[in-house]
């Protein structure tokens, strides 16, 4: 848990920090740590950044240039998949116009839901909190599910 929220924040603070607002398509795909990324890879970077993750730590991100926002999302592969309550968290808010919640059953961020599967975690630079949310009991914590979860979630 301590290296997915150490990960998180760094990489949190590494393409906020480079963001700009712009309206248009959406660029999505998975991290590789140590690999260069720039406007090529997420056309709302504005420099380029060098990712970083832990060991068996995999992580994803989504790039909209429609909302002007970058989610990304980490998961560890001996991640825990014990049952537990998980409070409701916004994981993408577009006021007016979108706002998706780490679970389809929560309605406010004072809502809960109960988790016993794969989990993964994410945030965006539009705001909102590191969020736990399931990626799925029979899903493998890699690279490219947790691209695709997060582009899921915000369809």
């Given at each position: 848990m301590?290296?997915?929220?150490?990960t998180?924040a760094?990489l949190?603070?590494?393409f906020?920090?480079?963001?700009v607002?712009a309206?248009g398509?959406?660029?999505?795909?998975?991290?590789t740590?140590?690999?260069?990324?720039?406007?090529?890879?997420?056309?709302l970077l504005?420099?380029?950044?060098t990712?970083?993750?832990?060991?068996?730590v995999?992580?994803?991100?989504?790039?909209s240039e429609?909302?002007?926002i970058?989610q990304?999302g980490?998961?560890?592969e001996g991640?825990s998949?014990?049952?537990?309550t998980?409070?409701?968290?916004?994981?993408?808010?577009i006021?007016?116009?979108?706002t998706v919640?780490n679970?389809a059953?929560?309605?406010?961020?004072s809502?809960?839901?109960?988790?016993?599967?794969?989990?993964y975690?994410?945030?965006t630079?539009s705001?909102g909190a590191?969020a736990?949310?399931?990626l799925?009991?029979d899903?493998?914590?890699d690279?490219?599910?947790?691209?695709?979860?997060?582009?899921s979630?915000?369809?």
């Open positions: 301590k290296k997915i929220i150490t998180m760094v949190a603070v590494t906020m920090g480079s963001s607002h309206a398509a959406v660029d999505s795909g998975s991290f740590s140590g690999t260069l990324m720039d406007g090529n890879d997420c056309m504005t420099g380029s950044v990712p970083s993750l832990s060991a068996n995999h992580a994803g991100f989504r790039c429609a909302y002007g970058i990304v980490a998961c560890h991640g998949r014990d049952a537990s998980v409070d409701c968290a916004i994981v993408l808010e006021p007016n116009v979108i919640y679970d059953s929560c309605t406010s961020v809502d809960t839901f109960e988790l016993a599967d794969r989990r975690f994410s945030m630079s705001g590191l736990t949310a399931s799925g009991s899903v493998a914590c690279d490219a599910q947790v691209a695709a979860t997060i582009e979630l915000s369809q």
